[in-house]
């Protein structure tokens, strides 16, 4: 019998036999290199990566990049006065829902790296006041990851990175017109709300500042020593905030 509840869990996408392949999240603030740090360890091990970015994105899913080239970044602009923020929440959970059905659908035993999973657009509507809590908890209710690896960044480094403001967009800082202290202000506040959302969740730090394929050795190790379900068997503790 069919529920009427929005909110109640969608039967999960087709999986490995048995569940679905251990996954471990990549998060970070904004202009971290997640996209450089996934390609980088998916070439090295053949792991699956999953993100909505260029470069990772299947291409016959042309419905997800419309979405993120058009879709949202109009939602975004017009969330002051254009549109309610259901609706702009509605647009947003289009890429979450597709985040975890690609999650979920990867075949066989090897690990799985999802960009960012819900997290850090969750965090991020929360600082821009988009905010509805049973959309959130259902959000909460997807399946957890084996784990998550933080891709730690100094936000100079990633000022630099966004060509002093000039490729931000509105969901990287607060206010109406992008500027260095809104940024920083803006970073630190989605680094607290990001560790808050994944408080209880394994949690590895990793500092970005190296070259790509030494920050993609040491995911790739993370993953290895603590991919096994028993907890007895973790390399490591997770590490706080």
């Known amino acids: 019998m069919s529920s009427s509840d929005p909110t ?27 996209s450089s740090v996934l390609t980088a360890v998916s070439d090295t091990t053949g792991w699956a990566a999953v993100s909505y970015d ?9 419905l997800i990049s419309r979405l993120r080239d058009d879709i949202v970044p109009e939602a975004l602009r017009g ?5 309610s923020p259901d609706l702009v929440l509605s647009v947003l959970q289009t890429a979450v829902v ?14 799985v790296l999802v960009d960012s999973y819900y997290y850090k657009i969750l965090a991020k509507c929360r600082l821009a006041g988009l905010v509805n809590d049973v959309l959130f908890d259902w959000w909460r209710s997807f399946p957890a990851p084996r784990g998550v690896i933080y891709l730690d960044t100094d936000v100079r480094t990633a000022w630099r990175r966004s060509a002093s403001g000039d490729r931000l967009n509105r969901f990287e800082h607060y206010g109406a017109r992008p500027g260095r202290e809104a940024f ?58």
Do not use: C
Not at 11 to 34: E, M
Not at 54 to 62: A, F, I, K, T
């Open 8 to 34: 109640a869990p969608a039967p999960r996408p087709p999986a490995a036999v048995g569940g679905y392949a251990p996954f471990w999240v990549l998060l970070g603030p904004d202009y971290a290199g997640k």
């Open 54 to 62: 260029d470069g990772l994105l299947d291409p016959g899913l042309p």
């Open 79 to 83: 969330a002051a006065d254009r549109y």
């Open 98 to 111: 597709f985040l975890r059905d690609q999650a979920l659908r990867q075949p066989g035993s090897e690990p």
């Open 184 to 241: 920083e202000r803006f970073q630190a506040d989605l680094r607290r709300e990001m560790f808050a959302e994944v408080r209880g969740l394994p949690t590895f730090v990793v500092e970005s500042d190296a070259d790509i394929d030494v920050i993609a050795r040491r995911v790739e190790q993370i993953v290895r020593r603590n991919n096994d379900p028993d907890p007895d068997l973790v390399a490591a503790d997770p590490v706080p905030a």
